[in-house]
């Protein structure tokens, strides 16, 4: 079967990941070429894997040994390097959030539209952890009934610098707004936010409580705290009218030294998605060899950011806030 040639825009935590990733072996996939703006960290990443260093996105867009873009770049970045991928016609996997911007979503998927193809791609990757697909399993199979609850939990040792008390909401939670949509296969209709002070550790940035009601009437409640200073800690639980599935991400063993009785909390969201990470750039890259598209479309990563929007102004004015939803395309249909 034809691999797939991949170049990656962004080379930083999470784009080095992917690289790392697909040089350790991902089927039907090849990394090719990188680009970041800070060349000399591209280079090293280009150097260590055996790629080339694009001299920047629009050579590494439109090269013609590079069959597909990921990119991996600031938030702030995702829709203009969107817009080209699409306008090359080429397949694009764009970091959540799809754009820092529910307008510039809006753009990406009249452009999307306008190609009358699915290009687009986002990295909301839990929708590949086997926990969270074999949660939807279980509520798919009947036996638990209605579903009435999603309790997350989403907790960082320590955020990225970048990360802000707005972007706690727009950068961190989508992953719990996109993951709630995959689970009970419907929109969210409404916000409220409740945040507590700023702790000593991060100054500058809440933690955030979320509760969010879908339209048949399902209340998902989110805390996110991106410096709970312990380790990376997800969680979720779907209550249901007859039982109820979480996830259980404890490894395979436990560690009892030192006063310590437990397992060992993951440091970041690498070691504790690897498995859907390298799952979600399989799924990406079989779809884009068999034309059928996987994971979070442009649209999914649209509905992510009204909710966003929604929660954001929720926090703002303490209000509870209706989501702006609109008709889907039929291309996402
Ligand atoms: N799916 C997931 O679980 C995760 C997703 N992300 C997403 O990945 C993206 C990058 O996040 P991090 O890797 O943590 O950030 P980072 O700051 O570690 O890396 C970003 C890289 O992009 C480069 N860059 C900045 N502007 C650029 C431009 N115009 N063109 C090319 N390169 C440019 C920077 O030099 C830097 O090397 C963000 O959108 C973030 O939301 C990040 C972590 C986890
Ligand atoms: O997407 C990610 C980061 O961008 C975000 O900043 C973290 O809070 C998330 O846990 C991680 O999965």
Not at 109 to 131: H, N, P, S, T
Not at 289 to 317: E, I
Request: with cysteine.
């Amino acid at each position: 079967m034809k691999e797939i040639r991949i170049g990656i825009i962004g080379t930083g935590v999470m784009g080095a990941d992917h690289a790392a990733i697909l040089a350790d072996g991902v089927a039907n996939a090849r990394l090719v070429a990188v680009q970041d703006f800070d060349r000399g960290r591209a280079e090293n990443v280009a150097v260590s894997l055996g790629v080339r260093a694009a001299a920047d996105a629009d050579a590494l867009i439109s090269d013609p040994d590079v069959d597909a873009v990921m990119v991996c770049s600031p938030d702030g970045t995702h829709a203009a390097l969107a817009l080209r991928a699409i306008a090359a016609g080429k397949p694009v996997l764009v970091e959540k959030p799809l754009a820092a911007s529910s307008e510039d979503a809006e753009a990406i998927i009249r452009a999307e539209v306008a190609a009358g193809k699915r290009l687009v791609q986002v990295g909301f990757m839990r929708r590949f952890d086997a926990g969270y697909v074999e949660m939807k399993q279980a509520l798919a199979s009947g036996e638990l009934g209605r579903p009435l609850f999603l309790h997350c939990v989403h907790r960082n040792a320590v955020g990225p610098d970048y990360l802000t008390s707005e972007l706690v909401i727009a950068n961190s939670a989508g992953h719990e707004f996109d993951i709630a949509r995959y689970l009970l296969d419907e929109e969210i209709t409404s916000a409220v936010v409740a945040s507590p002070p700023a702790t000593r550790n991060a100054p500058n940035r809440q933690p955030q409580f979320i509760l969010l009601q879908t339209a048949s009437g399902v209340v998902v409640d989110i805390e996110v705290f991106t410096d709970a200073q312990y380790g990376y800690d997800v969680r979720a639980e779907l209550v249901c009218e007859d039982g109820t599935v979480a996830l259980d991400p404890s490894p395979a063993t436990t560690l009892r030294a030192k006063g310590h009785d437990g397992f060992r909390t993951p440091a970041d969201w690498r070691p504790r998605f690897r498995q859907a990470y390298r799952a979600q750039l399989e799924a990406w890259t079989a779809g884009i060899l068999t034309q059928t598209p996987s994971g979070s479309s442009a649209w999914d990563g649209y509905m992510a950011m009204l909710v966003t929007k929604a929660c954001l102004q929720a926090w703002k004015t303490g209000n509870r806030v209706a989501v702006e939803l609109t008709a889907k395309p039929s291309l996402y249909q």
